[in-house]
C-alpha cells in the first residue's frame, strides 16, 4: 500500500470551513486515485434567524484521475460535484432527553470519464433524506466510593444512551 503524499490547506472561520487538497501519485509503480484538487466548503451548523432551526452544508468539487502501476495506459479520469443542505430543529425535554429532527438533500454530479480506460457518461443524482435523532445524558455520584492505591475519591457513573433514525427514498 502507497503511503498517501498530499498537500491539504485549510481556512476556519467562524461559521465556515475551506479545505484544499491535492494527492499526486509519486512513484510510478504504485496504483492511486489522484485528487488534483478536491475542494470543499462545509457551513458548521449555525442558527437560522431568530428562529429554533439550524443549517449546515457541506458542498465540494475535485477532479479525480486513476493511475494505473508502471504507466499503464488506460487510466481514466472525471470530475465530481456534490453539495448536501440539511435543517435541524434541536429539541431538550426534561432537562435530559434531546430529540434533534432534521430534513435535508444531496445533489453529486460526475461528469464523463475521459482517458483510455474511460467507461461512464456523465451522471447526475439527487437524495432526499430525512430522520430524528434522539440521546440522554444519565449520571449517577457515589461519593463514599475511596480508594488510597488509585486514588479514588468518589465515583461517577455517566450513562449516554442513543438513537438516530434515517430515512432516504
Given at each position: 500500500?502507497?503511503?498517501?503524499?498530499?498537500?491539504?490547506?485549510?481556512?476556519?472561520?467562524?461559521?465556515?470551513?475551506?479545505?484544499?487538497?491535492?494527492?499526486?501519485?509519486i512513484n510510478d509503480f504504485f496504483?492511486?486515485?489522484?485528487?488534483?484538487?478536491?475542494?470543499?466548503?462545509?457551513?458548521?451548523?449555525?442558527?437560522?434567524?431568530?428562529?429554533?432551526?439550524?443549517?449546515?452544508?457541506?458542498?465540494?468539487?475535485?477532479?479525480?484521475?486513476?493511475?494505473?502501476?508502471?504507466?499503464?495506459?488506460?487510466?481514466?479520469?472525471?470530475?465530481?460535484?456534490?453539495?448536501?443542505?440539511?435543517?435541524?430543529?434541536?429539541?431538550?425535554?426534561?432537562?435530559?432527553?434531546?430529540?434533534?429532527?432534521?430534513?435535508?438533500?444531496?445533489?453529486?454530479?460526475?461528469?464523463?470519464?475521459?482517458?483510455?480506460?474511460?467507461?461512464?457518461?456523465?451522471?447526475?443524482?439527487?437524495?432526499f433524506n430525512t430522520g430524528a435523532?434522539?440521546?440522554?445524558?444519565?449520571?449517577?455520584?457515589?461519593?463514599?466510593a475511596r480508594n488510597r492505591f488509585?486514588?479514588?475519591?468518589?465515583?461517577?457513573?455517566?450513562?449516554?444512551?442513543?438513537?438516530?433514525?434515517?430515512?432516504?427514498?
Amino acid at each position: 500500500v502507497q503511503t498517501s503524499s498530499f498537500l491539504e490547506v485549510n481556512q476556519l472561520w467562524p461559521n465556515l470551513s475551506l479545505n484544499v487538497l491535492a494527492q499526486s501519485r509519486i512513484n510510478d509503480f504504485f496504483e492511486t486515485v489522484e485528487r488534483l484538487p478536491d475542494v470543499k466548503l462545509s457551513a458548521l451548523p449555525q442558527q437560522v434567524g431568530v428562529t429554533p432551526l439550524y443549517y449546515e452544508s457541506d458542498s465540494s468539487i475535485g477532479y479525480f484521475r486513476r493511475q494505473f502501476a508502471n504507466n499503464i495506459s488506460n487510466s481514466y479520469a472525471a470530475w465530481r460535484g456534490d453539495s448536501f443542505h440539511q435543517v435541524t430543529l434541536p429539541q431538550n425535554y426534561f432537562g435530559w432527553l434531546n430529540v434533534t429532527p432534521r430534513t435535508g438533500g444531496r445533489f453529486t454530479h460526475y461528469g464523463e470519464a475521459e482517458g483510455r480506460g474511460a467507461t461512464t457518461a456523465e451522471q447526475s443524482r439527487w437524495v432526499f433524506n430525512t430522520g430524528a435523532e434522539a440521546t440522554a445524558k444519565l449520571s449517577r455520584t457515589w461519593p463514599g466510593a475511596r480508594n488510597r492505591f488509585f486514588e479514588i475519591d468518589g465515583l461517577r457513573h455517566i450513562l449516554q444512551p442513543s438513537v438516530n433514525y434515517a430515512w432516504v427514498p
